[in-house]
């Protein structure tokens, strides 16, 4: 008779090596803001550029230059077609610039704008991109102060690509970084998520969802100032464009080391929206946004800031969808409507390709 085995097994101890992703050149989910974009940057950017500034990997880098604190960005745009419902190529580089200073709590001040422009594209749909950058550019306060142009040969682009840098100034006693996620923050998010995606979407597949979706492009820095007015302590904002809201809350959870537990039911997912992921089978968490922020707020202040955002026009529809904990640090759940609990992963690529 066999000798009975006595040891126990400990389930808790169990690991499963993730499987390795060893890709020899660049496939289309390195830009799409997932695990692979982040493999991208920490396997290859990181190891040539590292520094302590961008070890923080914020959406902007905070700079002390002459005695102020400056927020850095760059951002480039590949958006096609180059013109959506609600937006286009110009208001997407100029939005998605000035976005991301403001995630840093900074004043936006100026931009460059830098054009790759393929041969052969109309020169009426160049001057296009450029009026709605200078629009834009003017609804956001900055001015488009430098710049540069390429041409390439016809077939080795596709149309026009624009590249922005930003610079702005972070107001004294301000400190937005991913890493100040901490346990009881509330999380909110400023509005319905998902339309630019689906915006892009249905132009490019030709689709509809019952009802036309338009793009919710938008510059933030007023929305951004009007929550600090309330309180400079806001701890975390980041801006859910490539990735979509999953993508975002998931480098919160892992910068900072805690967890993050959503309500299903809170998350602002517009009929359209939910009808076209439901339609094509996505998650409108990983679906990108142009125009929302998602906060991380002490819950002493939650209540105030909540109020200004909703008195903001960019923040009428500003909803809280649940909360930092202790508990499973790194990790994104959500609590489902059936009273269950699902893992919300980062992405591995990009569900829709060049959204922004």
């Avoid at 609804?139 to 149309?159: F, M, P, Q, R």
């Avoid at 400079?232 to 993508?247: F, I, M, Y």
């Avoid at 997912?269 to 679906?287: E, I």
């Avoid at 125009?291 to 707020?297: D, K």
């Amino acid at each position: 008779m066999p000798e009975q085995l006595t040891e126990v097994v400990d389930p808790a101890g169990w690991t499963c090596p993730a499987p390795l992703r060893d890709q020899p050149v660049v496939v289309m989910g390195h830009g799409g803001g997932g695990a692979l974009s982040a493999e991208l940057i920490e396997q290859v950017f990181t190891p040539a550029y590292g520094n302590p500034v961008l070890a923080g990997l914020a959406d902007s880098a905070v700079l002390e230059l002459g005695g102020a604190r400056l927020a850095f960005s760059t951002d480039s745009h590949v958006v096609r077609p180059l013109f959506f419902p609600g937006g286009s190529l110009g208001d997407l580089a100029v939005n998605g610039t000035v976005n991301d200073l403001a995630m840093s709590g900074a004043r936006p001040a100026y931009l460059s704008a830098a054009f790759v422009l393929e041969e052969g594209v109309e020169l009426t749909v160049v001057e296009r991109i450029a009026r709605a950058m200078g629009a834009a550019a003017g609804a956001a306060g900055v001015a488009i102060a430098t710049g540069d142009t390429k041409v390439v040969e016809s077939g080795h682009g596709d149309g026009v690509y624009v590249t922005t840098a930003g610079v702005g100034l972070v107001p004294d006693g301000v400190d937005i970084r991913p890493q100040r996620a901490r346990p009881g923050d509330v999380v909110i998010v400023s509005g319905p998520i998902g339309l630019h995606g689906v915006a892009i979407m249905s132009v490019r597949e030709g689709l509809e969802f019952g009802a036309e979706v338009a793009s919710d492009t938008a510059p933030l820095a007023d929305l951004v100032a009007a929550m600090l007015a309330v309180t400079p302590d806001v701890h975390v904002l980041r801006d859910p464009t490539r990735g979509g809201l999953a993508a975002s809350l998931n480098e919160i959870a892992r910068a900072s080391g805690t967890g993050v537990r959503l309500r299903e039911r809170a998350i602002p997912v517009p009929d359209a929206v939910a009808n076209a992921c439901g339609f094509l089978g996505l998650d409108p968490l990983y679906v990108a946004n142009e125009g929302r922020l998602v906060a991380f707020v002490p819950p002493s202040a939650a209540d105030e800031v909540l109020a200004a955002m909703r008195a903001h026009p960019r923040g009428t529809g500003a909803t809280v969808i649940g909360e930092c904990v202790a508990d499973h640090p790194g990790m994104v759940v959500v609590a489902t409507g059936l009273g269950g609990t699902r893992v919300v992963d980062l992405p591995l690529g990009e569900q829709l390709p060049r959204i922004c």
